[in-house]
């Protein structure tokens, strides 16, 4: 970048987007911002896949090699190979491609079913729940799109994506939790779990949860006060319903994600036993 150095560019004036691409802090995050990133290391003739295609739909997948532009290309026009770029070479229909801001990338249904053999299962699941969740594919779609494709490597992990999608999550690490309990073996968790008082309203929702045995299961994502108060209180409501209601954070995730399991395994134990 001309007049500026690597040195300034690791300060907290510059945002790192992904690999020799930066924009400065005060510039919000929002589509325009990565679409402009991302045509700065496009090569003609290709288009973006996987990952960043994802990303340029608005999900961050949490996967090293996100840090890459995944660029795509028809089997046999491979480009030359650029530093931070992914190259793909794919077999691809006109209709896998669309244009977004000027920019060709994978439609969003072409997007989960790359994600979701490429990525980790957990990252694939929350490209289809949050495409999904906003209309753009269907869990049906996806599994056609799958049936459609036999033969493609990795089609295994890409039905199990699928096998786990909710298109009612809201967030990627519900997702990410959700995707944790069902894998280690427990019963699968009702998403969104709405409350309603004595005159039909809703006043309350939880995240994840276990109706019959009054058990929901959080992630506490917020970033203000007065947000993080809000859900104090409407836990401690729930609470005093009879709810028992296990909270976790991104650390509780990354860091120990058995002591999710455990402590959900436990519970589950300990209200079915009551």
């Known amino acids: 970048m001309p007049g500026v150095s690597r040195r300034a560019l690791q ?11 930066w924009v400065h802090a005060d510039m919000a995050d929002s589509r325009e911002v990565r679409l402009a990133a991302v045509r700065l290391v496009m090569n003609p003739d290709t288009f973006i896949c996987g990952p960043t ?8 997948v949490q996967d090293p090699r996100a840090d890459q532009v995944w660029v795509g290309c028809t089997n046999g026009r491979r480009p030359r190979t650029r530093a931070g770029c992914a ?13 977004f801001g000027g920019v060709s990338v994978t439609t969003p249904i072409r997007t989960v079913f790359d994600c979701a053999r490429w ?18 594919v269907t869990t ?26 909710d298109p009612l999550s809201e967030s990627p690490m519900e997702t990410r939790v959700r ?16 409350f309603f008082d004595d005159r039909g309203r809703a006043w309350a929702r939880g995240d994840l949860g276990y109706r019959e045995l009054r058990l929901l299961v959080e992630y506490d994502g917020a970033l203000h ?3 993080r108060r809000a859900d104090d209180r409407r836990r401690d409501a729930l609470r005093r319903l009879g709810w028992t209601v296990l ?13 999710i399991v455990e402590a959900v395994r436990d519970r589950l134990g300990q209200a079915a036993a009551a």
Do not use: K, N
Request: glycine letters at 6%; aromatic letters at 8%; one cysteine or more.
């Open 53 to 60: 295609a994802a990303w340029l739909y608005g999900i961050d």
């Open 247 to 259: 909270v976790f954070s991104a650390t509780d995730y990354y860091r120990h994600p058995q002591l």
């Open 140 to 165: 049906e779609c996806v599994a056609s799109y799958l049936a459609a494709h036999p033969g493609v490597r990795a089609v295994r992990r890409a039905r199990e994506v699928v096998d786990l999608a």
């Open 225 to 227: 006060w007065e947000q």
């Open 11 to 21: 300060g907290a004036s510059w945002r790192h987007v992904f690999r020799d691409v």
């Open 87 to 99: 190259v793909r070479e794919l077999t691809v229909e006109d209709a896998d491609l669309g244009e």
């Open 119 to 136: 990525l980790p299962v957990p990252e694939g699941v929350v490209v289809l729940d949050a495409l999904a969740h906003a209309g753009l």
């Open 179 to 194: 995707v944790l309990l069902v894998r280690a073996g427990l019963p699968r968790p009702e998403c969104q779990i709405e």
